[in-house]
């Protein structure tokens, strides 16, 4: 559909062939009409927006975190890998040889450079460490289990605390 401006019965773009400079002298109109619907929609959007932001103002940001599930203290903890076994070695020969250098982030570069160029039979010792303290681990997990399973220990200090 081709619209008319008001001064011309002519159409605005035409099969004739006129140059660009004609056709950009003409000014053409393009209206948009909003149905009452559009419009009430378009404003609940908006006042949802408004919401969210002020809630989001509210909150501070201790709330926002998220809180982790509470770990029980009697848990035993995982065993370190092979890799910091090798770091505490590492660290204190290349505290030795390089006395100057105090930040942790050198020593990690370091440390990791070498890792990453030794041997397989260089680093066994510090995958049979690592494996010796990972049996240790599951052992201490399954009597964990065992007992959380049985009801033992499931008292508190504040249990305690109560009882006459």
Do not use: H
């Given at each position: ?163 006459i």
């Amino acid at each position: 559909m081709v619209k008319k401006t008001k001064d011309s019965q002519e159409p605005l773009f035409s099969s004739s062939t006129k140059t660009p400079e004609e056709a950009s002298t003409r000014r053409m109109v393009l209206r948009v009409r909003q149905s009452e619907a559009t419009k009430r929609l378009a404003s609940l959007v908006i006042d949802e927006e408004k919401e969210k932001k002020v809630v989001s103002v509210k909150r501070s940001k201790t709330k926002q975190k998220k809180k982790g599930a509470k770990v029980d203290p009697k848990m035993p903890k995982k065993p370190p890998t092979a890799f910091f076994y090798f770091l505490e070695d590492f660290r204190k020969e290349f505290q030795e040889q390089n006395p100057d250098i105090k930040t942790m982030r050198m020593v990690g570069k370091a440390c990791g450079e070498k890792w990453k160029t030794m041997s397989y039979e260089d680093k066994v010792k510090y995958y049979d460490i690592a494996m010796a303290k990972r049996a240790e681990f599951d052992e201490a997990m399954s009597e964990y289990i065992k007992r959380k399973e049985s009801g033992e220990g499931d008292e508190t200090e504040d249990d305690e605390d109560y009882d006459i």
